[in-house]
Nanobody, 123 residues
Framework: QVQLVESGGGSVQPGGSLTLSCVAS????????MGWFRQAPGKQREGVAA????????YYPDSVKGRFTISRDNAKNTVYLQMNSLKPEDTAMYYC????????????????WGQGTQVTVSS
């Protein structure tokens, strides 16, 4: 199996920045794409970034494009999500996920999930 552990969440004022980390362990050859998703209370889980492990291609929805950046360190089995210019609507639980050839921002295509880390953007 694959275990994913997120860290880096917290509270920040609007306009601030946070960097989330996700460390993978276990059978890391079982996936080739990692993604970040978020879910606010009463809302569906939304993909906010994805990256192909074997290359440089990244994926973002319009809602975060230009503000969020996903990156990876394969040697450390770690994926990061740099979040800048945060807005109150970015408040959510953020989850790291791993999958094999998923539709990049589609939650149902990911087989492995972390427990999540809370991000709160408020003044």
């Amino acid at each position: 199996q694959v275990q994913l552990v997120e860290s880096g969440g917290g509270s920040v004022q609007p306009g601030g920045s946070l960097t989330l980390s996700c460390v993978a362990s276990g059978y890391t050859d079982k996936y080739n794409t990692m993604g970040w998703f978020r879910q606010a209370p009463g809302k569906q889980r939304e993909g906010v970034a994805a990256i192909f492990i074997g290359g440089r291609r990244t994926y973002y929805p319009d809602s975060v494009k230009g503000r969020f950046t996903i990156s990876r360190d394969n040697a450390k089995n770690t994926v990061y999500l740099q979040m800048n210019s945060l807005k109150p609507e970015d408040t959510a639980m953020y989850y790291c996920a791993a999958g094999s050839w998923p539709l990049p921002l589609s939650a149902v295509d990911y087989a492995y999930w972390g427990q999540g880390t809370q991000v709160t953007v408020s003044s």
